[in-house]
C-alpha cells in the first residue's frame, strides 16, 4: 500500500480547456480530479486567470475543499482576469506567461500532480482565449483535455467541433491527452459517439457526457448570492434545492396556483401575504406540486402578522429570499443565473460524478493521463475505491431508519452515484413527506412497511421456527417482526436484501440482536466483531476489535484475528496481522499477555497462510526500526496492517486516539463474521460515514 510512483517520465500535469462557454467543464474538472485523488498522492489545481469578484472562484473552492484542503486559496492561480487584460493591454504577453509560469511552479513544488483548468471564455474574444489557454498549456508543459459543448447541436456540428478542437490544438503545437464532448443532448450520444470513433481512431479517446438537466439548472443559494439577496428562511441545505423554472406571481392565488410547477422559483412582491402564504402551502399539500422556493422582491417583507405565522411552520423547509429590486428586473436578473457546482451542494457533486464515471472509461483515461498508477492509499482514493468495488456488482441494502434525515440524504447521493439498490423500511406516507419536505430526489428507491408487508406473515412464521427453542410463541414472531430491525434482518436473510445498514438512530445492541438470532455466524467462527478501517495519510490499517466484544477470551481472539484477516483482503489491504500486547515476543509474562499468545498459536494453527504475529508491541507492529531491534526475523514486524487488540477498552481507545491525533478518518464499525453482511453506525454517523458504510456493506455483500 505504502509504494510510490517509479516511472520519472510519466506526465505529472493536464490542462482543461473548453472550446466555448458554458460546455460544462466543472463536471469534467470534478470527474478527472475524483479520478487522479485515488491513484496520486498530493494532487494539486490551478488556474492561470480567475474572474475578478467578490466572491472567490466556485471551482478552486469546489476543488481545494474537496480534495486538497491544505492549499490555499492564493497558491490557485495565476492572476485575476482584470491584471491579465491590463498586462495584455501594455504588450506584456510574454510577461504574463513567465508569471503564470513562476506561480504554477511554486504550487508544481508541493505537489505530484497537478490539474490546470483554463479560462471560462467570458472574455471579450474567445479567439484569444483560445490562444491564451492553448499557450499556457505549451509553457507548462502539460497535455490538454479539450472540452467540446454538444449542447443545442445536430450530430455534424458535434463533430465538426471535436475536428475543430484536435486540428486547432494541434496546430498550436499541443499534445492532447483526450477529448470530452459534453452535455450531449441523451438520444444522440451514441450515434455521436460512433462517428468520433471515425476520426483518426488511433489518436487520443474520444467520450461522449450526456445533458444532466439538473446540473444545468442553479439552486436557490446560487440566485441568492448572484442576486445579493437576503436569506429570510432555509437552512443550507434546503438552499441547495434546484430552480427548474421561476415563476412571475402577479395573479390573485387561486388563479396563480394552475400555474405552479415542481421546482419552481416564486416571484412575488414582499407585501403579497396571500401569495406567500398559499405557495408555503404547496409544500403540505399532495394535490400542488412542491416549489424550490419564494423571492421577495421591492425589498418588501411581510407584515408582522404574517411573518409570525410562517416562523411558527416549524416543519415548512421551503427558502425565502428576499431583494430589493422591482419584480420585473428581477425576473430578468434570475434568467441570467449561471448554474455552477458549488463546494457545499453534495447532490450536483453527486450527480456530476455519477454522470462522468457512467460515461468515460476511467482506466483508460487515467492511463492516458498518468503513464501509470500509484498505488498509495489515502482517505480520499480509499474512499473512491469503495464507491467504485460497490458499483462493480450492483447489491440492494435495506435501511430500516427510513425516515431519518441523514439516512434519507445518504440514499440520495447513493443512488444519484449508482452505488446499489435502496429500500427503505417505515410509513411510505411519512417517509414520502420527508423526503418532499426536504426537497430529495429518490427516485427508484423501494419503501417497505413492516406492518402492513406482504412478506410479514411469511417472515414470522421463519422466525418462529428459528426461535421456538427459546420458548418464543407464534404471536411473540409476528410481534417482534413489525420492528424494522428484525424486519430488515429477515429481508437479508430470506435474500431480499443482500445486506443492511442501522444505528443511526437504534443502538448498537438493537441493529445487530436480531442478526445472532437469525443471520448467525459463519461455519467456523465462534464469534461477530468488528474492526475500523483507519485511513492514515497514505494508507489504510485495519483494527479490530474496536466496538463490540468487552473481554475476548484466546479462542474469540484468534477468531477475531482471522476475520478481521478476511475483512482486509476484502478491501484490497495486505494481511499482516499484529497480535497487541504491552510486550513483544518473549520479553513479557503476565496473564493477559499468554492470552495473547495463546490466541496467536490458535490463529496460526487455524490458519498457517496468515502471517501472525504476536504478542507483539504496537511500536514493534509498525516501526521498522523498532522492529529490527526486537523481533528481526519477523515478517510482520514493522510492517503490520491488522492490529487486534486485547480487549475493547484499548482498542476503542487508540482507534479514537490515532483518528483525532493523525487525523485519520475511520470507517467503520464493519461488522464482521456473520453469514450475511449487517452494519452498525454510530448515533453521531454523518452523511459521508453513512454513504461509506453502505459501499462496505455492499461490497461485503458481493463476498458472502
Given at each position: 500500500m505504502d509504494t510510490t510512483q517509479g516511472d520519472n517520465n510519466m506526465s505529472n500535469n493536464l490542462y482543461i480547456t473548453a472550446m466555448e462557454p458554458r460546455s460544462g467543464k466543472s463536471v469534467v474538472l470534478l470527474g478527472i480530479m475524483e479520478m487522479l485523488s485515488r491513484r496520486i498522492r498530493q494532487v494539486g489545481f490551478f488556474r492561470p486567470v480567475v474572474r475578478a469578484s467578490p466572491e472567490l472562484d466556485n471551482d478552486i473552492q469546489l476543488v481545494i475543499s474537496r480534495y486538497n484542503p491544505e492549499l490555499s486559496y492564493k497558491e490557485t492561480y495565476g492572476y485575476a482576469h482584470e491584471e491579465a487584460q491590463n498586462l495584455v493591454a501594455a504588450g506584456q504577453y510574454n510577461e504574463l506567461l513567465k508569471n503564470i509560469v513562476s506561480k504554477y511552479k511554486a504550487l508544481e513544488s508541493q505537489c505530484r500532480f497537478v490539474l490546470c483548468e483554463g479560462t471560462d471564455?467570458?472574455?471579450?474574444?474567445?479567439?484569444?482565449?483560445?490562444?491564451?489557454?492553448?499557450?499556457?498549456?505549451?509553457?507548462?508543459?502539460?497535455?490538454?483535455?479539450?472540452v467540446v459543448n454538444g449542447l443545442g447541436k445536430s450530430t455534424d456540428e458535434v463533430v465538426d467541433s471535436a475536428r475543430v478542437a484536435r486540428e486547432s490544438f494541434e496546430g498550436h503545437g499541443c499534445t492532447l491527452a483526450a477529448i470530452v464532448v459534453n452535455r450531449v443532448k441523451a438520444d444522440k450520444v451514441e450515434s455521436i459517439a460512433a462517428d468520433l470513433r471515425g476520426l483518426k481512431p488511433e489518436a487520443e479517446p474520444l467520450y461522449v457526457v450526456p445533458e444532466e438537466s439538473t446540473l444545468g439548472k442553479p439552486t436557490v443559494g446560487e440566485i441568492a448570492r448572484a442576486l445579493n439577496a437576503k436569506i429570510l428562511q432555509g437552512e443550507p441545505n434546503e438552499l441547495n434545492r434546484e430552480v427548474r423554472d421561476f415563476k412571475v406571481a402577479a395573479m390573485n392565488l387561486p388563479n396563480f396556483l394552475d400555474y405552479v410547477v415542481d421546482d419552481a422559483l416564486i416571484i412575488t412582491p414582499g407585501d403579497r401575504s396571500d401569495v406567500i402564504l398559499g405557495s408555503l402551502a404547496t409544500a403540505f399539500s399532495e394535490t400542488y406540486p412542491n416549489i424550490a422556493g419564494i423571492l421577495l422582491t421591492g425589498g418588501l417583507t411581510p407584515e408582522p402578522q404574517v411573518q409570525r405565522l410562517i416562523e411558527g411552520v416549524k416543519k415548512s423547509s421551503t427558502p425565502i429570499i428576499s431583494v430589493d429590486t422591482d419584480t420585473y428586473n428581477t425576473a430578468m436578473d434570475v434568467s441570467e443565473v449561471?448554474?455552477?457546482?458549488?463546494?457545499?451542494?453534495?447532490?450536483?457533486?453527486a450527480t456530476a460524478l455519477g454522470l462522468f464515471e457512467s460515461s468515460v472509461n476511467l482506466d483508460e483515461l487515467g492511463d492516458r493521463i498518468t503513464g501509470v498508477r500509484s498505488i498509495r492509499v489515502t482517505p480520499i482514493m480509499f474512499e473512491y475505491q469503495l464507491i467504485e468495488r460497490a458499483k462493480s456488482k450492483r447489491q440492494h441494502i435495506v435501511l430500516p431508519e427510513g425516515d431519518e434525515e441523514r439516512l434519507l440524504r445518504a440514499s440520495e447521493v447513493l443512488l444519484r452515484r449508482n452505488v446499489c439498490d435502496i429500500t427503505l423500511l417505515g410509513n411510505e406516507e411519512e417517509i414520502q413527506q420527508k423526503i418532499g419536505t426536504l426537497g430529495l430526489d429518490l427516485e427508484g428507491v423501494k419503501i417497505v412497511d413492516p406492518v402492513s408487508s406482504e412478506w410479514l406473515a411469511n417472515f414470522a412464521k421463519?422466525?418462529?421456527q428459528l426461535r421456538k427453542h427459546k420458548g418464543i410463541s407464534e404471536e411473540?414472531?409476528?410481534?417482534a417482526m413489525t420492528d424494522v430491525s428484525y424486519f430488515g434482518t429477515m429481508m437479508v436473510h430470506k435474500g431480499t436484501a443482500d445486506g443492511m445498514v442501522s444505528g443511526a438512530v437504534h443502538t448498537t445492541a438493537h441493529t445487530i440482536r436480531p442478526s445472532f438470532e437469525i443471520i448467525k455466524t459463519k461455519p467456523g467462527c465462534s464469534i461477530v466483531s468488528s474492526v475500523f478501517l483507519m485511513c492514515l495519510a497514505d494508507r489504510v490499517l485495519v483494527y479490530g476489535d474496536c466496538a463490540v466484544n468487552p473481554n475476548p477470551n484466546s479462542e474469540q481472539l484468534a477468531d477475531i484475528a482471522i476475520s478481521s484477516a478476511g475483512t482486509a483482503g476484502m478491501f484490497g489491504i495486505d494481511p499482516r496481522i499484529a497480535m497487541l500486547s504491552y510486550s513483544t515476543g518473549e520479553s513479557g509474562k503476565g496473564e493477559a499477555v499468554e492470552a495473547v499468545r495463546e490466541a496467536t498459536a490458535i490463529a496460526k494453527e487455524r490458519r498457517p497462510d496468515l502471517k501472525i504475529e504476536g504478542p507483539i508491541q504496537y511500536d514493534a507492529a509498525v516501526d521498522a526500526s523498532v522492529a529490527k531491534t526486537k523481533l528481526p526475523e519477523s515478517e510482520v514486524a514493522g510492517h503490520a496492517t491488522v492490529f487486534i487488540f486485547p480487549d475493547l477498552n484499548t482498542g476503542n481507545n487508540t482507534y479514537k486516539a490515532v483518528q483525532r491525533s493523525a487525523n485519520a478518518v475511520a470507517i467503520g464499525p464493519v461488522l464482521q463474521g456473520l453469514n450475511k453482511p449487517v452494519n452498525d453506525l454510530s448515533r453521531g454517523a454523518l452523511v459521508v460515514d453513512i454513504v461509506n458504510t453502505v459501499a462496505i456493506t455492499a461490497i461485503q455483500a458481493q463476498e458472502s
Open positions: 471564455f467570458t472574455g471579450v474574444s474567445s479567439a484569444f482565449e483560445f490562444d491564451f489557454n492553448a499557450d499556457v498549456a505549451n509553457n507548462l508543459g502539460a497535455p490538454i483535455l479539450a449561471p448554474a455552477v457546482i458549488t463546494p457545499d451542494n453534495e447532490r450536483k457533486v421463519t422466525y418462529y411473540m414472531a409476528a410481534d
